[in-house]
Antibody
Framework: EVQLVESGGGLVQPGGSLRLSCAASGFTFSSYDMHWVRQATGKGLEWVSAIGTAGDTYYPGSVKGRFTISRENAKNSLYLQMNSLRAGDTAVYYC???????????WGQGTLVTVSS | QSALTQPASVSGSPGQSITISCTGTSSDVGGYNYVSWYQQHPGKAPKLMIYEVSNRPSGVSNRFSGSKSGNTASLTISGLQAEDEADYYCSSYTSSSPVVFGGGTKLTVL
């Protein structure tokens, strides 16, 4: 059974940093592109970052230069290093596996990040 | 990359059919067949309902179907049931980023 379990969320002050983790199991982690998607309370889904099987990374303009996605295949783990956090980064952060046709076929349960003083 | 355009809300009675539209551009929806749809119940993670425009993952009811015409994709739910009440999001591959989501549509089953 495919499982994705996020951790590392919490309360952080503006300008602070946080590192999210996503533990994957039930599939060959190294063979899949992985993503982070966030959702502010009452708002829609927003793509945050992606990492390919070769380690290539992608970001939208809203987080580029502040967030860094990485993976450790030996540990079946995905990470998101978030620096210079802003109130607007407050959201539930999901990790998701990308299937063969660009779809996100499996999602974690999410971890809440709150940026506030 | 701008979000894809979805209606904020749609509604229907049990047993009826509804359609949710998802409008993009030739750089996303119109240019690729990598359109997906997700269902999200309150407090839950999104669930994949349709991928590659019209394919259903194993376990998803055949009451859910997808299609595309030009720059607009559509999700149709037939035989509406109370448990279909949820938020629905479309997504597409784009020429400038791996994915863009729609703003979401709240489905109310009357």
């Amino acid at each position: 059974e495919v499982q994705l379990v996020e951790s590392g969320g919490g309360l952080v002050q503006p300008g602070g940093s946080l590192r999210l983790s996503c533990a994957a199991s039930g599939f060959t982690f190294s063979s899949y592109d992985m993503h982070w998607v966030r959702q502010a309370t009452g708002k829609g889904l927003e793509w945050v970052s992606a990492i390919g099987t070769a380690g290539d990374t992608y970001y939208p303009g809203s987080v580029k230069g502040r967030f860094t996605i990485s993976r450790e295949n030996a540990k079946n783990s995905l990470y998101l290093q978030m620096n210079s956090l802003r109130a607007g980064d407050t959201a539930v952060y999901y990790c998701a596996r990308e299937g063969d046709y660009g779809e996100f076929d499996y999602w974690g349960q999410g971890t809440l990040v709150t940026v506030s003083s | 990359q701008s979000a894809l355009t979805q209606p904020a809300s749609v509604s229907g009675s049990p047993g009826q059919s509804i359609t949710i539209s998802c409008t993009g551009t030739s750089s996303d929806v119109g240019g690729y067949n990598y359109v997906s749809w997700y269902q999200q119940h309150p407090g839950k993670a999104p669930k994949l309902m349709i991928y590659e425009v019209s394919n259903r993952p194993s376990g998803v009811s055949n009451r859910f179907s997808g299609s595309k015409s030009g720059n607009t994709a559509s999700l149709t739910i037939s035989g509406l049931q109370a448990e279909d009440e949820a938020d629905y999001y479309c997504s597409s591959y784009t020429s400038s980023s791996p994915v863009v989501f729609g703003g979401g549509t709240k489905l109310t089953v009357l």
